[in-house]
């Protein structure tokens, strides 16, 4: 911890220091592509070294500004997300689509992320495993509308487009962060700011701003304090819903613990278990999903809602145990879990299955039939 951790910069170095350690690479808001939504030179890297061949497929149907073909077929993907889900088809779509389903061009079809395999049988899908590119940008200009006097500017308007942290995974955005130092502002003033500021349209223009657009950027965005998290899916205004992202205290109630040692934080456990590069390219590989369900307005008009659901702590935390031990101890084994009412039982209960569904053992031998 900074020897000064009242301010917030202080607080956000210190993030970056430990992400940087559980393998996260440093970027540059300068890199960050704002018009798309994307660092550049990230996706054009992995797809390149980890799909040689068909990104020279991809070369002879376009051999003339071939990287700028990749990235306008790219961002067609993601916008198509702008759409009203009518099918599974459209789950491949948007920032998440993308990341799990991929991207087809003509005769070429590329992978935009290695998800961790579920054996080791596979040396080329491990070693694109590691290929990944997990990176962490902070002081993020996100906005294509910003004007150059706003960007230059090192007042109030220096910080109207800039979100602290934005994580990407091979160039997509996959969270956003604002932190605030409770010794300065609470956790409070983040939610509030991603509320009055932090808008899916730019009040000015009325058009979409790609990074904050529900399915077409990031797909979480996290309220940090030193004590607290919160997190929202979808930003809609003053009608954004932030959950808590909160482990309880010991004495049963809401929030975090103060840890003992004064060189840590009780948020700490969101980019040193949660954020780590493993821990979300399993989430996003395993846990997040778009649910689609039909609803009925007061005139009896039949529409669908949709929702990004992203684990809690609590939910994300018993799946990752009951999969650990079930590798460790083997099957037939009796466990009891506390889950209170209305917390997410069902979307737990679930994720477990589906996990172990597919779950090998060190012998790349399948342990549930």
């Known amino acids: 911890m900074s020897l000064d951790a ?54 002879q149907n ?14 067609v993907q993601l916008k198509k997300a702008d759409i009203n889900a009518t099918d599974q088809a459209s789950r491949s779509y948007g920032t998440l689509g993308v990341l799990r389903h991929g991207l087809k061009i003509r005769n070429a079809r590329f992978k935009l992320c290695q998800f961790k395999p579920e054996h080791n ?32 500017s090192t007042g109030v308007q220096a910080k109207k487009w800039r979100i602290d942290l934005v994580l990407l995974i091979n160039g997509l955005p996959v969270s956003t962060l604002e932190l605030k130092s409770e010794f300065k502002q609470t956790v409070q003033n983040a939610i509030t700011q991603y509320k009055k500021t932090r808008l899916p349209k730019d009040p000015d223009t009325n058009k979409p701003e790609p990074l904050l657009t529900f399915k077409r950027g990031a797909l979480v965005h996290f309220a940090v304090s030193q004590y607290e ?67 009925e307005d007061w005139e009896g008009r ?14 994300w935390k018993v799946v990752s145990k009951l999969v650990d031990d079930s590798l460790a101890e083997g099957t037939g084994q009796k466990y009891l879990i506390q889950h209170s009412a209305g917390s997410g039982k069902s979307n737990s209960i679930a994720w477990t299955a589906h996990q172990l569904s597919t779950l090998y053992d060190q012998n790349n031998k399948k342990m549930f039939d």
Not at 15 to 38: C, F, P, S
Not at 238 to 263: H, I, M, R, W
Not at 302 to 315: C, M
């Open 6 to 59: 009242t301010r917030e910069n202080n607080f956000q170095n210190d993030m970056i220091q430990h992400m940087q350690a559980n393998g996260w690479v440093l970027g540059t808001a300068k890199h960050y592509d704002r018009e798309n939504a994307l660092y550049r030179a990230d996706v054009l890297n992995f797809v390149q070294t980890t799909q040689p061949e068909e990104w020279n497929k991809f070369c």
């Open 62 to 75: 376009y051999p003339v500004d071939s990287e700028r073909h990749f990235i306008d077929a790219l961002v």
């Open 121 to 152: 049988l596979n040396a080329d899908t491990l070693a694109r495993y590691e290929q990944n590119i997990c990176r962490v940008v902070p002081e993020l200009v996100y906005s294509p509308y910003a004007t150059k006097a706003e960007l230059e």
């Open 229 to 295: 998290v919160y997190m929202a899916t979808h930003l809609n205004g003053d009608s954004t819903y932030f959950l808590p992202f909160n482990k309880g205290t010991s004495a049963q109630g809401a929030g975090n613990d103060v840890p003992e040692d004064v060189n840590e934080y009780a948020t700490g456990y969101l980019w040193n278990e949660v954020l780590t590069p493993e821990s979300l390219l399993n989430i996003v590989g395993n846990f997040i999903h778009l649910q689609i369900e039909e609803k």
């Open 302 to 315: 039949i529409y669908k809602k949709e929702s990004l659901i992203f684990p809690r702590y609590h939910q």
